[in-house]
Each structure stands twice: as structure tokens, then as C-alpha cells.
């Protein structure tokens, strides 16, 4: 039987071990269970594929992302490791085809999702498979207290009986104490053994930019960090205008989130992957599984919504040991926003209430009822009948559907695409003859970027508003442009399934988990107050803030974090402080108490950097006793 060290070189030949990895490995091949919290980029994934490939039968991974699964697969597939993802794309025939496979065909990983394991032929499937272990990724999420719960993973239990004989490990890179006692608890692994690994990476700086010219101070951030850099925005929107922005101003860069089309990630990852365009701009969206090791820099223009979130986003860089950096550029307005966004889109129960009434009439549902029937559902047609907000009616949803009350199969395979066939002046020809055009065409320019370049997921719906017509209008359209050969529209359904669960009680159901939907909400407040209070505490070490979050004790400054820079060198202090004055003075006037309030160091301090500017005449006072940069 081949080592660990073995199995390493033959198969992660730029991988090593490093503690606790090799204590994890030991104890899974002594069929221990086991609880895992490292760090992102600390190598999780090799704790199970190495016990799996060193012992006989079946690895079933619990993932709850499927682009995650598909990531690891491949990865493994390229090693001629054999492995297999249920998910949703597979029909039933695929699916007992792949599971042939897993019982005959000497397959050693299975990935699926929690909520697939519910399915009652997977389960008896999985059965008749020997199975080694099981591994359980991103394991915080069967906690209530942690910044990702999913209500599927409380019923992992199950797997304790499936598959008696396997032992079973769960793995995370953030959680609290609380949150693996939870682990520990709702997966009944009282007998695991915990591992844990400080948070604290040596090589990564972190660091807090305070600038009221954010995209300014991104383009002095990327100067002064070579390499291959991800940058985390706030909407899908303003990850193809940051990206636009650097290319003009003569960076290689490029875009990705979650509403492009797999061609298009596909290109965008690929050409990030192997540094021929070494920035990508991105929503959270981007990062899970991703194996890049010499990342530079991830850079935050938008405020994380967790410390949790943001660690593991923070994590991606320097994954090879060597310097990298986490920064995140913030101002008052942008926390503000944040904080206004987060109130607007997090429903508490009164809304939820309203969410699951609505739907109920929508229907014609009567009260006590439970229809048999599964309803096509649009949730833009849903919202605009009644007058909804789209994104917090979505998570209203969500926790319906989390809360077992309504159950909704998305069926995100099946997108209306559109890619312009013609190019920009024989489209500018085009609208000359068919003025009546114009409105439509131009709208799908400004709305979709690359849709010249391939088929781009678009929204009949949302079109249909702004072009103040009905969907119908709007698909005749659409079909006339295609027809002309101006474009070429693929139009699919893309109406997600809606099936009750439970008979109509308006009042009862809402009241019974009342409670727990307005504690979730104050759970989430408290993590986004937790990431404000790291952004805006200059004083205090960034790791040992990291650190106090986790419970983790650390009381020696890391020595290369900002605040750490500013208390060992006052000279690079002061220069860093007239950078922020400069920065925040550049276009607006300020009074000396506006400045002082917007940086959180001794006022003393800044009343003597702005009397060092204006003597170098930096800046300069108006009668108004306001401050100003010098042009």
C-alpha cells in the first residue's frame, strides 16, 4: 500500500504536508472522526483524498455548491483519480448510470449536496456502496450561529445510518467555538477528535485604506502589488465597470459573476488562471475551490458582510507561502450603504408573513388547503404583481423554502441567452432602417457586457420594464431580431417549480417560526457590525482582531499589518496619514472636525500633518476655515 508521502507525489506533486495535516490524515486512517477548522488555502482537501485513496471503497463528499463539486471533480479526474457529482443536471437514468459506475467501476469520490442526499433513491443507492468515509466541507453550516446556515445540513445525521461503517470528518475555515460545538452536537460526533489551526498566516498583510476616491485607490493598490490580484465588488453591475475602468487605464483585467454564462466564466477563469489577464474583478461569487496559489492580492471595494465571509475571501492570497495582501478600501458612505442595503434586503418575520399571504392568493389557495399540484413560478412576475422588492422577497423565499414550508426547484440549467451576430456598425445600419428597434437594441447593449462576444444570459422580465411593454411584446421582439439574423436568441424556460408543503395557516405557520427568522436576522446584524468594527478600529492589530472574533487567544502584534506599520515606524505614519488627508480632501472641502472624525487616530496627530500640508502647500484653507488639495 502506497504512504501518504507517496500518494502525495504521485498525484499533488507541489503539495506538502504540513501539521496538523499529517495528525488528521493518521487519525482518519485509524477510522477516528474528526472535526476540522484550517484555515483558506490550508489544505482541507487533502485531509480526506489522501485516507480515501489509501484505504479500500467510497469517499462521499458533502458540498453545498455545485461549482465547487464540479472544481474538485475535475481536478481529480485530471489526476485519473475517478470521480463522480450528482447533481441536478443528471436525469434518472444518469443518475443510476453513475451509480453503477460508483459500485463497478473502481470509482473512489462521490460529491453531492445536502439537500440532494434527501432524495430517497440516492439514499438507497448509497446503500449498496462501500463506503470508507465521509466527508462533510463547509461544516458551519449546520449551525445556526454561523454565517452560512442551511437547514439541509441538520439532517446529515442520516448518514450515521446509511452508512454505518464509515467514519466521518467535517471541515470548515471559519468558525467560531460556538459554532463546532454545534458541528459537534447536530452531527453527533461526540466522540471526534477537534484539530485546529491559528488563523494568523505569516505572509499575508492585512490592511484597512480609508478614501473617498475608492477607484483612485485601487489603481494605487494594484501599483504597488504586482500579480495576480482578485478584487471582490459589491454587484454584478460594478464588477464589469471596475474592470472596464482598469483596462482603460492600462490594466489586463476581466469579470466574473454569477449571471454570465459558463462560456464566459470559462474564459474569464481561464485566462485568470494562467495569468494572460492576472486581475479579475468579481462578486463573491468567485473563489470557492479555486487551487491558485500565487494570488498577490484580494482587494474588497465592498464591505464583506461577515468577518467569516471575509477571511475566507482574504485567504485566497498567498496560498504559496510567500508575501501577499488583504486590503479593503472603505469610507463612511460605503459602510453607510452597506448598512442600508443589508436593512432593506433582510426580511424579519412580518415580511416573510406577507411574502407566504401573497403566494397563497397568487395561487388561489384556500385555508387549510394543501394542493397537490406544482406550480411554474416567476418570481419577477411574482413581484411585480404585488408591488415586491425582488431581492428581499427572494430571501423571504429562501426561508420558506429553508423552513420547510414551500419547496422551489430552480432549475438554473435552462437560461434565455442572446448573442449579437452582426457587429457594431452593421447594428447602427440596421436601427437606420428599423427605428422601431432602436429602444431594444440599445437597452441590450448597456445592459449585457460581451454580448457580442457569446451567449448572454438575459431576463425577459426585467427587459419587458424597462421597455415598458409585456413580456409577450418583448419575445416577439426578441424572435423578429433573431429571425433578421441580427442575433441569435435562444429562449428557454426558466420558471422555477413551487410545491406547498404545508396545508394554509397563515397566522400559525409565520408565528411558529417567528422567532427564529428574527433571530437570524440579529445574527447576521451582529457579523456585519463585527466586519464594521474591524474596518473602522485603526488602533488595534488587525490578526489579533482576527483572532479575538474566533476566541483565539493572540496578544503579540503581527508586525506587518497597517495599524502595526503605522506604531513601528511614525514615519511611515505620517506619510500614510497625508495620503488619507489628501485622499479625502481631493474632492469635496472639509473642516479640520470632519477630517478627524473620518480617521480614527489622535486629533493632535492630524492637526499637525495638515500643518506640514499646507506649508508644503499641499492644500490649502478657504474662508470658510475648510480645507482643500492643491490642483
Avoid at 410 to 439: A, C, G, H, M, W
Avoid at 489 to 509: E, G, H, W
Wanted: proline share 3%.
Amino acid at each position: 500500500m502506497n504512504t501518504p508521502v507517496e500518494i502525495l507525489q504521485k498525484y499533488w506533486k507541489h503539495s506538502s504536508f504540513r501539521k496538523p495535516q499529517e495528525e488528521i490524515i493518521t487519525a482518519t486512517i485509524q477510522k477516528q472522526n474528526t472535526i476540522v477548522l484550517l484555515p483558506t488555502g490550508g489544505g482541507k482537501s487533502l485531509c480526506y483524498q489522501i485516507p480515501a485513496l489509501l484505504q479500500k471503497g467510497i469517499c462521499i463528499v458533502i458540498s453545498p455548491l455545485i461549482a465547487l463539486m464540479n472544481d474538485q471533480v475535475n481536478q481529480l479526474n485530471e489526476k485519473n483519480i475517478k470521480a463522480i457529482s450528482l447533481t441536478s443536471q443528471l436525469n434518472f437514468e444518469a443518475t443510476i448510470t453513475a451509480f453503477d459506475n460508483l459500485q463497478f467501476g473502481n470509482f473512489k469520490f462521490l460529491y453531492l449536496s445536502p439537500e440532494k442526499l434527501q432524495n430517497p433513491l440516492i439514499q438507497e443507492k448509497i446503500k449498496q456502496l462501500n463506503v470508507s468515509l465521509i466527508a462533510i466541507d463547509e461544516a458551519h453550516c449546520i449551525s445556526e450561529w454561523g454565517h452560512d446556515f442551511r437547514p439541509s445540513y441538520l439532517k446529515l445525521q442520516l448518514l450515521k445510518d446509511i452508512c454505518p461503517n464509515a467514519n466521518i470528518m467535517a471541515l470548515t475555515a471559519t468558525a467560531t467555538p460556538k459554532v463546532l460545538l454545534d458541528i459537534k452536537d447536530k452531527l453527533n460526533l461526540q466522540d471526534a477528535i477537534i484539530f485546529k489551526k491559528s488563523f494568523k498566516r505569516n505572509n499575508l498583510k492585512f490592511s484597512v485604506i480609508t478614501s473617498e476616491d475608492i477607484y483612485g485607490q485601487l489603481i494605487q493598490s494594484l501599483q504597488k502589488n504586482n500579480g495576480s490580484s482578485i478584487i471582490y465588488a459589491g454587484t454584478r453591475k460594478q464588477t464589469k465597470e471596475i474592470s472596464n475602468f482598469l483596462t482603460k487605464k492600462g490594466f489586463k483585467s476581466n469579470y466574473y459573476h454569477g449571471g454570465l454564462t459558463t462560456t464566459a466564466k470559462s474564459l474569464a477563469y481561464n485566462n485568470w488562471i494562467s495569468n494572460k489577464v492576472p486581475i479579475m474583478v468579481a462578486t463573491t461569487a468567485f473563489g470557492m475551490g479555486i487551487n491558485k496559489s500565487d494570488v498577490r492580492a484580494v482587494i474588497h471595494i465592498a464591505t464583506p458582510n461577515s468577518v467569516e465571509n471575509y477571511l475566507q475571501e482574504a485567504g485566497r492570497a498567498g496560498r504559496d507561502n510567500k508575501p501577499a495582501i488583504a486590503i479593503i478600501i472603505s469610507n463612511k458612505s460605503s459602510i453607510n450603504e452597506t448598512i442600508h442595503q443589508f436593512n432593506i434586503n433582510t426580511p424579519k418575520a412580518t415580511f416573510v408573513k406577507e411574502v407566504y399571504q401573497n403566494l397563497n392568493q397568487y395561487f388561489k389557495i384556500s385555508m387549510g388547503e394543501i394542493p397537490k399540484e406544482i406550480f411554474d413560478f416567476s418570481i419577477q412576475e411574482f413581484c411585480f404583481y404585488y408591488k415586491l422588492p425582488l431581492l428581499k422577497t427572494f430571501n423571504a423565499l429562501n426561508i420558506l423554502t429553508r423552513e420547510e414550508i414551500i419547496f422551489i426547484d430552480e432549475n438554473f440549467s435552462k437560461k434565455t441567452t442572446v448573442k449579437f451576430l452582426i457587429r457594431s456598425q452593421q447594428v447602427f445600419d440596421y436601427i437606420e432602417n428599423k427605428p422601431n428597434k432602436k429602444k431594444l437594441i440599445n437597452l441590450l447593449l448597456r445592459s449585457y457586457g460581451g454580448i457580442y462576444d457569446y451567449n448572454t444570459i438575459i431576463n425577459e422580465y426585467s427587459l419587458s420594464k424597462k421597455m415598458n411593454c409585456s413580456v409577450h411584446n418583448l419575445i416577439e421582439q426578441l424572435k423578429e431580431l433573431h429571425t433578421n439574423k441580427i442575433i441569435n436568441y435562444k429562449a428557454n424556460n426558466n420558471q422555477s417549480k413551487l410545491t406547498f408543503l404545508l396545508p394554509r395557516d397563515d397566522n400559525y405557520i409565520i408565528n411558529q417560526i417567528s422567532k427564529h427568522i428574527n433571530q437570524q436576522f440579529q445574527i447576521k446584524q451582529n457579523k456585519l457590525k463585527a466586519i464594521i468594527q474591524y474596518i473602522t478600529d485603526n488602533k488595534t492589530c488587525r490578526n489579533i482582531q482576527l483572532a479575538n472574533y474566533f476566541e483565539e487567544k493572540l496578544t503579540i502584534p503581527c508586525g506587518i499589518c497597517d495599524v502595526c506599520e503605522q506604531h513601528n515606524n511614525p514615519s511611515v505614519s505620517i506619510k500614510l496619514l497625508s495620503e488619507q488627508i489628501l485622499n479625502l480632501v481631493q474632492n469635496q472641502t472639509l473642516s479640520s472636525a470632519i477630517i478627524c472624525q473620518q480617521i480614527a487616530i489622535p486629533k493632535e496627530i492630524i492637526l499637525n500633518c495638515l500643518k506640514n500640508l499646507l506649508n508644503e502647500d499641499k492644500i490649502y484653507i478657504n474662508s470658510q476655515n475648510k480645507f482643500k488639495a492643491t490642483k
